[in-house]
């Protein structure tokens, strides 16, 4: 992971090797985490295949939703920064066939939008 760390920085949130334990039902055989991104109870898996999107509903978080995005799918997307009196930013990624954003998530405070930004543009663009 020493290449894809040099990448990332600091982009982690989430240990890789951690959330690939914690997660391991979902993912196919040799199918490798390389960054995770936790946002309050949601978490942003991005593997060597895909973009794995898991958020817990509900007040006890025991409905969980799993989206997966293959990277080829994504047709562009943004990162709104916050401003002077809005400290989070926001998160939209569109996919092939849809004119608004499958998905649309806030940042909060404390996550490193740059690293964010760079590891999405790593896996849409290569």
């Known amino acids: ?11 982690s949130q989430a240990s890789a090797e951690e959330t690939q334990a914690k997660f391991k ?3 196919i055989p040799e199918e490798k985490v390389q960054a995770a991104f936790v946002f309050v109870r949601d978490t942003f898996i991005f593997t060597d295949k895909r973009l794995v999107l898991v958020d817990l509903q509900g007040t006890s978080g025991k409905k969980v939703e799993y989206l997966s995005v ?7 997307f943004s990162i709104e920064t ?6 989070d930013a926001e998160l ?12 649309s998530r806030q ?3 404390g996550i490193d939008v740059v690293s964010l930004q760079r590891t999405l543009a790593y896996f849409v663009l290569n």
Not at 1 to 11: P, Q, R, T
Not at 92 to 103: A, C, D, E, H
């Open 1 to 11: 992971m020493g290449f894809l760390s040099g990448i990332f920085g600091n982009a």
């Open 25 to 27: 039902e979902i993912f």
């Open 70 to 76: 293959p990277y080829k799918s994504i047709k562009y």
């Open 82 to 87: 916050a401003g002077t009196f809005d400290r």
């Open 92 to 103: 939209k990624i569109w996919v092939s066939g849809g004119q608004t954003p499958t998905v």
């Open 107 to 109: 940042i909060s405070k």
